[in-house]
């Protein structure tokens, strides 16, 4: 059975806001080709914005142009305690925390050669950030409770609705 297409009713002062997101998305996509890196994406706004419509968009503009195998992985960051939070992110290893009862893969595995969103990104604590400033800066990331580095081509694309000071300098600025 094949995708289904949605369709999206959009007033015309947000189809001006639509087609500067797909110029943006144009760039992002030619820098990234000219530097050979994946560059991360934040999509900022109050709650009732529109986010999930820019994201949308992005999923399409990605499937359009992409044949590189990755999949969207999407997951909403508020959906989560802190640690279970980590651990859907990285993974973990079987015996990391009380529950860790076999090894997991995370949400970063499975995206690998794809795209990776993560909704209300400002959710993540500080320690959180920290983690995921690492794998966006390298590409390598730690399972919760593991020794063993990882590597992983994921692009990062994130939604909040927070402000700049609820982050860290190095995370926002990265993002």
Known sequence: MGKQKTRWIVTPGLLHEIKKFENLYRLVKREEREKDHRIPVMICGPTGVGKSLFLHIFQQLYAKENNSGGEVVRINCASFSEELLLSEIFGHIKGSFTGATRNRT???????????????IGELSPLGQARL?????DGYFFRVGSEKQERADVQIVATTNRKREDFRDDFWNRL
Not at 133 to 137: A, D, K, P, S, V
């Open 133 to 137: 400033l690492t794998f966006i800066e």
């Open 106 to 120: 995370g949400h970063i595995r499975k995206a690998d050669k794809g795209v990776l969103i993560l909704e209300e």
